[in-house]
């Protein structure tokens, strides 16, 4: 069973009620989903955290580079956000 849509075939556009419910249907996902990973990332930070304790010696460049690797990896997932955040002035041309 093909699911190939045909060349000749085109959809009706979306009335803005269905544009809206859709919108709504994507955030509701965005944020079951954000939230639990969201918790873990944390929960995962705050255990890095924990490195610093009096059970544990570390280096000023270990420290440093644990520093830079959560840095980088909150930046990078931000400037993600920020590539995909649609605004009017994005639209207008």
């Known amino acids: 069973m ?6 000749g075939k085109k959809r009706a556009p979306l009335t803005e009620e269905e544009k809206n419910k859709r919108e709504a ?8 989903l954000a939230t639990p990973r969201v918790r873990r990332a944390k929960k995962a930070i705050e255990l890095v955290g924990n490195l610093s304790g009096s059970g544990y010696a570390s280096t000023t460049d270990q420290v440093e580079k644990i520093r830079t690797v959560l840095t980088d990896a909150v930046t990078a997932t931000m ?13 207008l041309i």
């Open 2 to 7: 093909s699911t190939k849509k045909s060349p």
């Open 79 to 91: 400037a993600r956000f920020e590539k995909t955040k649609k605004t009017e002035d994005d639209i």
């Open 25 to 32: 249907e994507k955030i509701a996902a965005f944020h079951k």
